[in-house]
């Protein structure tokens, strides 16, 4: 059974910076691509980042351009969300998904399968 289970959550202050990963299992990892999405309170899950098969090509979220980098380690199954500038509005739960296909992807229906989600608290 195909487990996503994400990490590296917590409670930082405004310009702060955290790194999320995410662990794989039970999965051809280099077969899929991977995003990171979030959903704040009140609010619809929305995309943040997505990494291509290889890791050699990338998209992000109009919102967190600059500040944040995902990256993938395919030897060890892993995925990573560096987050700096961190600001009140990152205030979240933040997902990982894997993808079957070729392309990066900002839909979050285009995603086979999800992590259970780590808090990511900013505090002003």
């Known amino acids: 059974q195909v487990q996503l289970v994400e990490s590296g959550g917590g409670l930082v202050h405004s310009g702060g910076s955290l790194r999320l990963s995410c662990a794989a299992s039970d999965l051809i990892f280099s077969n899929y691509v991977m995003g990171w999405f979030r959903q704040a309170p009140g609010k619809e899950r929305e995309f943040v980042a997505a990494i291509s098969r290889s890791g050699g090509s990338t998209d992000y979220a109009d919102s967190v351009k600059g500040r944040f980098t995902i990256s993938r380690d395919n030897a060890k199954n892993t995925v990573s969300l560096q987050m ?6 990152d205030t979240a739960v933040y997902y990982c998904a894997a993808r079957r296909g070729l392309f990066l992807s ?3 229906n285009e995603y086979n399968y999800w992590g259970q989600g780590t808090q ?5």
Do not use: D, F, R
């Not at 700096?84 to 509005?89: I, K």
């Not at 990511?120 to 002003?124: D, F, I, P, Q």
């Open 120 to 124: 990511v608290t900013v505090s002003s």
């Open 106 to 108: 900002t839909q979050q």
């Open 84 to 89: 700096n500038s961190l600001q009140p509005e």
